[in-house]
């Protein structure tokens, strides 16, 4: 079971993910690419992609440390550790991006971070192979989705483009990682409704 202080720092940690400015260590891809002319309504699409793929990644850094933080061996705790910082990499080019285009992030990621934290924990305490199998197949959906954002940009975005690309690849590699660890195969019911959480989220975050 986690300890006060574990509990401690994973509260301190979901505020600040919520809360506060992400950093990243890595330049944000794209970062020297000109800004593209777009009408304001594809501009103001283009912000509400990016205000989804910013809440999803709120999910993602709740997912995992509540993950981190309920798994019993110290590889995999590690291995979702580094998977959450790579997605508060994500965070922070996400958010910059909105800021560019003029949106705003999601009033309810406070809510998903909640949720998502509390999914996480449950999987960290089915054991292990189960908790990488969660990693696995979060990644491999989230994986999907961006495919569909890429698709669904306007054409002329490539700073958003650069951005949603080098994720994409970020999940891949986490993926595979869950995977080398020893991730468990979830079965479809779990699959599913994985997609149905994330489908009520994603379709709510382009708005709200």
Same mark, same amino acid.
């Given at each position: 079971?986690?300890?006060?202080?574990?509990?401690?720092?994973?509260?301190?940690? @979901?505020?600040? $993910?919520?809360?506060?400015?992400?950093?990243? *260590?890595?330049? &944000?891809?794209?970062?020297?690419?000109?800004?593209?002319?777009? $009408?304001?309504?594809? &501009?103001?699409?283009?912000?509400?992609?990016?205000?989804?793929?910013?809440?999803?990644?709120?999910?993602?850094?709740?997912?995992?440390? @509540?993950?981190?933080? $309920?798994?019993?061996?110290?590889?995999?705790?590690?291995?979702?550790?580094?998977?959450?910082?790579?997605?508060?990499?994500?965070?922070?080019?996400?958010?910059?991006?909105?800021?560019?285009?003029?949106? &705003?992030?999601?009033?309810?990621?406070?809510?998903?971070?909640?949720?998502?934290?509390?999914?996480?924990?449950?999987? @960290?305490?089915?054991?292990?192979?189960?908790? *990488?199998?969660?990693?696995?197949?979060?990644?491999?959906?989230? @994986? +999907? %989705?961006?495919?569909? %954002?890429?698709?669904?940009?306007?054409?002329?975005?490539?700073?958003?483009?650069?951005?949603?690309?080098?994720? %994409?690849?970020?999940? +891949?590699?986490?993926?595979?990682?869950?995977?080398? %660890?020893?991730?468990?195969?979830?079965?479809?019911?779990?699959?599913?409704?994985?997609?149905?959480?994330?489908?009520?989220?994603?379709?709510?975050?382009?708005?709200?």
């Amino acid at each position: 079971m986690p300890t006060l202080d574990e509990l401690i720092s994973a509260f301190d940690t @979901g505020l600040r $993910t919520v809360f506060a400015p992400a950093q990243s *260590l890595r330049a &944000r891809p794209g970062g020297d690419v000109p800004e593209s002319e777009m $009408t304001t309504t594809e &501009r103001s699409h283009a912000a509400a992609l990016m205000r989804v793929n910013h809440s999803g990644e709120i999910c993602a850094q709740a997912l995992y440390q @509540g993950q981190a933080l $309920t798994a019993r061996n110290p590889r995999v705790r590690a291995a979702l550790e580094q998977a959450a910082s790579e997605e508060t990499e994500h965070l922070a080019w996400t958010e910059s991006r909105i800021e560019e285009l003029g949106g &705003r992030k999601s009033v309810l990621n406070p809510v998903w971070y909640a949720g998502s934290f509390a999914m996480g924990a449950v999987a @960290g305490l089915l054991g292990d192979r189960w908790n *990488l199998g969660f990693l696995a197949e979060t990644e491999r959906q989230v @994986g +999907a %989705h961006l495919e569909g %954002h890429l698709a669904r940009l306007p054409g002329d975005d490539r700073r958003s483009r650069a951005i949603l690309e080098t994720m %994409h690849e970020d999940e +891949a590699r986490h993926a595979t990682s869950a995977v080398v %660890h020893g991730a468990a195969e979830l079965p479809e019911p779990a699959k599913l409704a994985m997609r149905l959480t994330s489908k009520v989220m994603t379709e709510t975050a382009y708005w709200v």
